[in-house]
């Protein structure tokens, strides 16, 4: 009889070890946020277009953007070209704070310049 309460205490034991090993592990972390510039023409009454921009400049992301209190932002050579476009076109250009592949929910951040902008 104690030979099988001896067995039946080491499961015991195994699943409340196994238990706390699982309690301990942290929960998962958000994914971190991805800065987007947003271009928009007033008078064309059109919806925005974003593209990404990184704090640290990538294999791609390699275009130094201006943005809020003089922060440095990256975007692609392709991309800085149309935020200068739209800059210089008179266009509304804020930069944005969001989640991944969800530019339309990202919080303006900023008016970079532009219609309203400075």
Request: with cysteine; hydrophobic share 40%; aromatic share 6%.
């Amino acid at each position: 009889m104690k030979h099988g309460l001896l067995v039946m205490s080491g499961v015991a034991l195994s699943l409340v070890t196994l238990a706390l090993a699982f309690a301990d592990d942290p929960p998962p972390q958000p994914p971190p946020p991805v800065f987007y510039v947003s271009m928009r023409n007033l008078t064309a009454e059109n919806a925005p277009s974003f593209v990404v921009v990184k704090k640290q400049a990538d294999a791609t992301h390699t275009v130094a953007v201006t943005g809020c209190n003089g922060r440095t932002y990256y975007a692609t050579s392709a991309d800085a070209a149309t935020i200068n476009a739209a800059r210089t076109g008179g266009e509304l250009v804020q930069l944005h704070r969001g989640q991944p592949n969800q530019p339309q929910s990202s919080a303006v951040m900023c008016i970079l310049d532009g219609a309203g902008g400075g």
